[in-house]
């Protein structure tokens, strides 16, 4: 098929972002134009049946479609890139996911002057609430972002960053919902521990962090400000954002955050 001929989108990998991406797409608008490339054969027909998506193979993804999602793992996309090599052309577009790889270190390993977009989603991206933060390579033109752009907005926002800030939007965001998650759990222990069945405790905790997390979007009011609006003199709330300091919680949330933004750098150093 010719570069003219192409349509759509290959997914290549399908590990939980990249299901996360393709749950997303299929519900906004159908499995019609996108394909899925997984050298698991089993997990290759385990997405298709859920998803209604056909598979292919690297050779059958890159006649077939114009974007090329590459869904794996840093650490495994120099060996990805070597046999994605021998099939694409510049009428492909390239979008990586794999955290911390920059955009030159892809480019280097394909032919000359592919576009290529590296991008950091999350896993919120299975409800359509998902963030990503997207950067052009050399070679990408502004209706190669534009494309990437308009797939990642089917599945939550999206913002355009330079490739610098990237490692930082990957610790912030790429990592971020595990960091809630840890926050909830934790806070849900504490309901148990005051006596509260874990369903409840954890019906109470998850719909207080949605209520907040939406007041913090829709109030245009800072963190501080909605966090002293709950926190009456002498009253419960100040009692334990005293204990909160007292453990050193925000110097930690701090210190875990660098130490990802550290990784990101670190998975993006080709050790080849």
């Known amino acids: 098929m010719t570069a003219a001929g192409r349509r759509g989108l290959a997914i290549i990998g399908g590990g939980k972002m990249g299901e ?71 009428g492909h577009l390239v979008v990586s996911i794999a955290a911390g790889v920059p955009t030159a270190r892809i480019e280097a390993a394909l032919p000359e002057g592919v576009p290529v977009v590296r991008v950091m989603p999350n896993t919120p991206a299975l409800v359509d609430e998902g963030m990503s933060v997207l950067s052009p390579g050399a070679h990408a033109a502004e209706a190669d972002l534009d494309e990437a ?58 719909q207080t962090a949605l209520g907040a997390a939406v007041m913090m979007r829709d109030s245009g009011e800072h963190p501080v400000q909605l966090r002293e609006a709950v926190t009456s003199p002498g009253g419960t709330t100040i009692a ?15 210190a875990a955050i660098e130490a990802a933004h550290a990784r990101s750098v670190e998975l993006g150093v080709d050790k080849s």
Do not use: N, W
Request: charged residues 20%.
């Open 20 to 90: 996360a991406l393709l749950s997303g797409l299929v519900r906004r608008g159908g499995p019609d134009g996108i394909v899925v490339c997984e050298r698991s054969a089993e997990r290759a027909q385990q997405l298709a049946e859920r998803y209604g998506v056909g598979t292919v193979d690297l050779a059958g993804a890159a006649a077939r479609a114009r974007v090329l999602l590459l869904a794996v793992k840093p650490q495994d996309i120099d060996g990805l890139l070597r046999l994605v090599a021998e099939h694409v052309d510049t």
């Open 149 to 206: 752009e308009a797939l990642l907005a089917a599945v939550g926002r999206v913002q355009r960053v330079p490739e610098a800030q990237q490692d930082a939007a990957t610790a912030l965001s790429g990592s971020g919902p595990a960091y809630f998650f840890y926050l909830v759990e934790a806070m849900v222990d504490a309901g148990i521990l005051l006596g509260l069945p874990r369903a409840l405790a954890a019906d109470l905790i998850v």
């Open 240 to 254: 334990a954002i005293r204990e909160l300091e007292r453990h050193g919680v925000r110097a930690a949330l701090i």
